[in-house]
């Protein structure tokens, strides 16, 4: 089945750690994102990508990076610098824009960071 | 950057009767897409349903259906007959049509309760 997996499903984190999200999807997408989510703030955008090797910031960029070395993968890494790092963060991918009935954005289950 | 503006933090609705969940948007252009998420306590993002703003004729999907009023820039969600099954979050999310960054912009969320 096509779909999108993140891992892990929860994550710790001691203060000062450096920790990486996994997201892979077998769509066949060009577009990936990454969004963070707190309770009553809805979806914020992180980063996102239109093509491998390629990525934009989004509102909430700082203490986060990203790779796209591959179509399939677009991991998150949140680092020390980030503040508040404790919060849902969901991985997403689209096609690119086109002028079919394809431009919906799938979402992946999630992975909850939990800084200790 | 568009905006999505969803007014009504939670919602509660009987059982088997009707609720309508409301979202406007602000933007400059004149084609875009827009869609209504739902995110259950599993927190997995669903599509409810999907709009193209070049469509005069509201969408539908079963019990759920939209009221897009294009002048107003008005995205609202109708779920009828509602069922326990349909408490969750909802999400409200807009699209560029054609877009130059494929952001997805996304209001910050209604929480709809079914009462029993």
């Known amino acids: 089945d096509g779909g999108i997996t993140q891992s892990p499903k929860y994550l710790f984190r001691k203060e000062g750690q450096n920790v990486t999200l996994s997201c892979e999807q077998n769509l066949n997408h060009d577009a990936m994102y990454w969004y963070r989510q707190d309770p009553g703030q809805g979806l914020r955008l992180i980063y996102y990508s239109q093509i491998v090797n390629d990525f934009q910031k989004g509102d909430i960029a700082e203490g986060y990076s990203v790779s796209r070395e591959k179509k399939e993968s677009f991991p998150l890494t949140v680092t020390s610098a980030q503040k508040n790092p404790t919060a849902f963060y969901l991985c997403?991918?689209?096609?690119?824009?086109?002028?079919?009935?394809?431009?919906?954005?799938?979402f992946g289950p999630g992975t909850r960071l939990t800084v200790l | 950057a568009q905006t999505v503006t969803q007014s009504q933090p939670e919602m509660s609705v009987q059982e088997a009767e009707t609720v309508t969940l409301s979202c406007t948007y602000d933007?400059?252009?004149?084609?875009?897409?827009l869609f209504w998420y739902k995110q259950p306590p599993s927190r997995q993002m669903i599509l409810v349903i999907r709009?193209?703003?070049?469509?005069?004729q509201n969408a539908t999907e079963n019990r759920f259906s939209v009221n897009f009023q294009k002048a107003a820039k008005s995205f609202s969600l109708k779920i009828s007959d509602s069922q326990l099954g349909d408490a969750a979050m909802y999400f409200c999310?807009?699209?560029?049509?054609?877009?130059?960054?494929?952001?997805?912009?996304f209001g910050t969320g209604t929480s709809l309760t079914v009462i029993p």
């Open positions: 999310a807009y699209r560029s049509y054609p877009n130059t960054g494929n952001q997805f912009y």
């Open positions: 933007t400059s252009e004149s084609d875009y897409y």
């Open positions: 997403a991918s689209s096609p690119l824009q086109g002028y079919s009935g394809t431009d919906t954005q799938y």
């Open positions: 709009q193209e703003a070049y469509k005069q």
